[in-house]
């Protein structure tokens, strides 16, 4: 094992949600090392607030050589939270400057952070939620690239009270990240990731993306500093950054040029900006050489011409992530099946759709330094590739929109709700279980002497997670 592996880490993570916490455990599982955590139990849901305290005790006790923490856990409770009013500035600033009482005790030790620039809209916990989430994005679009005046004015919004507390959450939440761009500059941080949260070009989060931008530039930062669209993903590559710091080059391949060259849903940045940084978090170089072993492919409009490419890149002995960008937040069944018929998915190395298109970017890229790694577990590895395939494929782009139905037709909220317990429910979510064991037998034997089940961590449709037994 290298010296960098035997390294003791401490992650603070965004919370408890599967990419930001079981995603970690199954990195360091892969790589056969360890991260110590804060108990899940401590972080909070769409129902509980996170333990702040137990966090703070957890980060007085960790001795580690590497630390990376979630600005947002450290300073709101998670990422739920940074959308909300329970922590004043003062209170804030004050949580943050732990880190720099951590930097100051120990000088030696390597401090990596990740943070949010604050979304659009606001957070939907229940189906009451919809009308002002849809109101604030309603209302951004029409003032879209004039967030002085929509700064200004709010009487041509429906709860003017409600916008004004908005304002000043996005203040302190930009304060946040100024501060956080100080700690940078004078060396208590070592590399910084903020990370776009939901938006669309223009709105509220321009004016304040180019002002962090500038201070970068100004300071010289830019190579320890990263700004793109993405936020649950980050953890996964700092910790990457952290674990396998060797530059890894890698092809990139689309069906289309479209593919690559625009700006997805809930995005404000060219895709190919964002592959950019994301891959220099990653110490990835994007390269133009054709004998690259290592390859992300993008296919996200010609599923007959994304099989074709895949089956040449296959034969020419490439290892390859399918990053799947057909639609929001779900893989493309087609073309998943597709490639079941061509009996190509056993030759695939990794797969990525969830989320935004950066979301699912973060997790490709992930796989792919993985498997540029040494000593790494590749039974573990292509046992995470397959749960993505479960959960982003099968789950995200179908499974979930058909319980969802079911669930509403009962009655039920798919936000939030104790819908699992329904026996309607069960005996659906035990039929898609009994499909994607089928499917693994089909495709993964060397995995059938475990079974898949699904569970809801937090109770509602939106993610799931997959667990064996």
């Known amino acids: 094992m290298s010296d960098i592996l035997k390294r003791n880490i401490s992650f603070l993570p965004l919370d408890g949600r599967p990419p930001n916490y079981r995603f970690i455990e199954q990195i360091a ?3 056969n090392v360890t991260v110590d955590m804060p108990p899940i ?3 909070g849901n769409l129902k509980y607030k ?7 005790n957890w980060i007085l006790k960790s001795v580690p050589d590497e630390f990376i923490f979630s600005i947002d856990t450290l300073v709101y409770g998670g990422l739920l939270s940074s959308r909300e009013s329970e922590s004043n500035a003062e209170s804030c600033l004050k949580r943050l400057a732990l880190i720099e009482k951590l930097k100051h005790g120990h000088p030696n030790l390597t401090i990596e952070c990740f943070n949010t620039i604050r979304r659009i809209s606001s957070t939907v916990r229940r189906n009451e ?3 002002e989430y849809k109101n604030l994005l309603n209302y951004f679009r029409k003032n879209a690239d004039d967030y002085g005046k929509s700064g200004q004015n709010t009487s041509d919004y429906p709860n003017e009270s409600y916008l004004k507390k908005y304002f000043n959450l996005r203040k302190r939440n930009h304060d946040i990240n100024k501060k956080c761009m100080d700690y940078l500059a004078e060396g208590i941080i070592d590399s910084l990731a903020l990370v776009q949260e939901d938006c669309f070009p223009g709105g509220p989060q321009k004016s304040e993306k180019e002002i962090l931008k500038e201070f970068a530039r100004l300071n010289g930062l830019n190579v320890r500093m990263f700004i793109h669209n993405g936020t649950d993903e980050a953890g996964q590559e700092l910790l990457l950054r952290c674990l396998l710091p060797e530059t890894v080059s890698i092809g990139v391949f689309s069906d289309e040029e479209k593919t690559l060259n625009r700006i997805y ?3 404000d940045e060219i895709f190919t900006s964002n592959l950019r940084s994301h891959a220099s978090l990653l110490n990835m170089k994007i390269s133009t050489d054709e004998k690259n072993e290592f390859a992300l492919y993008v296919s996200g409009g010609n599923t007959e011409k994304s099989v074709n490419d ?6 020419e002995g490439r290892k390859i992530v399918l990053l799947d960008l057909f639609k929001p937040n779900g893989g493309n069944l087609s073309l998943i099946r597709a490639l079941e018929n061509g009996n190509m998915l056993g030759e695939i190395t990794g797969y990525s759709a ?5 979301n699912a970017l973060g997790t490709a890229l992930v796989q792919l ?3 540029a790694g040494r000593n790494l577990d590749k039974r573990l590895l292509k046992k995470f590739y397959l749960e993505r395939l479960i959960d982003d494929g099968f789950y995200q782009g179908e499974y979930r929109q058909r319980l969802k139905k079911i669930v509403e037709k009962s009655g039920m909220d798919s936000n939030y709700s104790d819908f699992a317990k329904h026996s309607v429910i069960k005996e659906n979510v035990e039929s898609f279980e009994m499909e994607m064991n089928l499917f693994i037998l089909k495709n993964f034997p060397e995995f059938t002497t475990e079974k898949i089940k699904l569970g809801f961590p937090w109770q509602r449709l939106f993610e799931c997670e997959l667990y064996w037994v």
């Open 29 to 31: 599982e892969i790589l």
């Open 41 to 43: 139990e401590i972080f």
């Open 50 to 56: 996170t333990d702040m305290d137990g966090i703070q």
């Open 129 to 131: 939620d919809i009308s």
């Open 265 to 267: 849903d809930y995005e």
């Open 310 to 315: 895949l089956n040449k890149l296959l034969k």
């Open 354 to 358: 969830w989320n935004t298109a950066c």
């Open 369 to 371: 330094k993985l498997a």
